[in-house]
């Protein structure tokens, strides 16, 4: 049987990616997350798939905040997530980059105050994705863990920032389809399946365009 799209879901350790993955599954009982691996790699890279979804997930290890993994295993972890990125981007209709909405502050303030350079930084992840040409949705995930006002806060915060940077993020409402220059971004709670179907309708579009 031919292989399927895959769907690429990344990010920070603990940012909610294998929650995001069973929900996308028809059966998500039944997902255990160990099905198929991900050729090209050295790090156990799993693509995940049922019979029922047109398309099979590729949830790329976490990397930082990891309390027990030393300093080399985080480097290492990231090093094969590019050379990955690198030699598969190819394979990837669409990519989902998951961010903890309660670890903005802490990302920003080590990137433009304390000036740490915390290789791949989520806007430097960002950038790496579209240099390889895969289109990409921010999930800023745990939404429900915030105050209306404090989540609003932090998402100003992140899109304020990632323009210094030179991202244009804006909200999957207010995006153009077609338009590369921009980059959308969905508040999502995976604890209360928060705009679960709007994230499954986007995926689909994207899925859509490979096979127009």
């Given at each position: 049987?031919?292989?399927?799209?895959?769907?690429?879901?990344?990010?920070n350790?603990?940012?909610?990616?294998?929650a995001?993955?069973?929900?996308?599954?028809?059966?998500?009982?039944?997902f255990?997350g160990?099905?198929?691996?991900?050729?090209?790699?050295?790090?156990?890279i799993?693509s995940?798939?049922?019979?029922?979804?047109?398309?099979?997930?590729?949830?790329?290890?976490?990397?930082?905040?990891?309390k027990?993994?030393?300093?080399?295993?985080?480097?290492?972890?990231?090093?094969?997530?590019?050379i990955?990125?690198e030699?598969?981007?190819?394979d990837?209709?669409?990519?989902?980059?998951?961010?903890?909405?309660l670890?903005?502050?802490?990302?920003?303030?080590?990137?433009?105050?304390?000036?740490?350079?915390t290789?791949?930084?989520?806007?430097?992840?960002?950038?790496?994705?579209?240099?390889n040409?895969?289109?990409?949705?921010?999930?800023?995930?745990?939404?429900?863990?915030?105050?209306?006002?404090?989540?609003?806060k932090?998402?100003?915060l992140?899109?304020?920032?990632?323009?210094e940077?030179?991202?244009?993020i804006v909200?999957?409402?207010?995006?153009?389809?077609?338009?590369?220059?921009?980059?959308?971004y969905?508040?999502?709670?995976?604890?209360?399946k928060?705009n679960?179907?709007?994230?499954?309708k986007?995926?689909?579009?994207?899925?859509?365009?490979?096979k127009?």
């Amino acid at each position: 049987m031919k292989e399927k799209p895959s769907l690429l879901i990344i990010g920070n350790s603990n940012v909610g990616k294998s929650a995001i993955t069973r929900l996308l599954m028809p059966n998500p009982r039944k997902f255990k997350g160990k099905s198929g691996k991900k050729p090209g790699s050295s790090l156990l890279i799993k693509s995940v798939s049922q019979p029922n979804l047109p398309y099979q997930i590729v949830d790329l290890p976490g990397f930082g905040f990891m309390k027990t993994a030393s300093h080399r295993r985080e480097e290492h972890i990231k090093k094969q997530i590019v050379i990955h990125i690198e030699n598969h981007h190819q394979d990837y209709f669409f990519g989902l980059v998951v961010i903890n909405i309660l670890r903005i502050d802490d990302e920003i303030d080590k990137y433009f105050i304390k000036n740490k350079k915390t290789i791949p930084l989520s806007f430097e992840l960002i950038d790496f994705l579209r240099e390889n040409y895969i289109p990409i949705i921010i999930i800023i995930n745990k939404i429900d863990k915030l105050s209306n006002v404090d989540r609003i806060k932090n998402i100003s915060l992140f899109i304020e920032s990632a323009k210094e940077y030179g991202l244009n993020i804006v909200h999957l409402d207010k995006h153009i389809l077609n338009n590369k220059e921009e980059i959308p971004y969905l508040e999502f709670s995976a604890l209360k399946k928060t705009n679960l179907e709007k994230l499954k309708k986007t995926i689909q579009q994207f899925l859509n365009k490979i096979k127009s």
